[in-house]
């Protein structure tokens, strides 16, 4: 798989699928699978064994769930949702937003 223009605290939204229309930060990338968690969709119920030793209770516990990449589009800060490009910025290769040429810095990096 060619790499990925999402990173991990970038801002998505999921443009189809049950959870359309939702934002979220990405929490993790798995690039191998094609996927990524994003914080607050896709969310499902585990069951839980309580274990005294780690000091976890039992029950039934919510987690996100890996989506596919495919199904989201990163947001930019000035036009929402859009496509990724890129350029070279001197001698660094930056993402850029197609709708109005901005350059998309993740949230944990400042440029």
């Known amino acids: 798989m060619a790499g990925l223009k999402i990173q991990r605290n970038d801002t998505v939204m999921v443009i189809t699928g049950t959870d359309k229309g939702k934002k979220g930060r990405v929490l993790h990338v798995m690039p191998e699978k094609g ?6 969709v896709r969310v499902v119920k585990k069951n839980v064994r309580p274990n005294p030793q780690r000091n976890i209770k039992g029950g039934i516990a919510e987690q996100e769930s890996p989506i596919q ?42 440029k």
């Not at 996927?35 to 607050?40: G, I, N, P, R, W």
């Not at 199904?71 to 070279?88: E, I």
């Not at 290769?93 to 350059?103: F, H, L, M, Q």
């Open 35 to 40: 996927k990524l968690l994003v914080e607050h």
């Open 69 to 110: 990449i495919s199904n989201v589009m990163l947001v930019c800060s000035s036009c929402g949702p859009t496509r990724v490009g890129y350029k070279f910025d001197g001698d660094t290769k930056v993402r850029v937003c197609k709708k109005c040429g901005e350059t998309i810095a993740p949230k944990g990096k400042k």
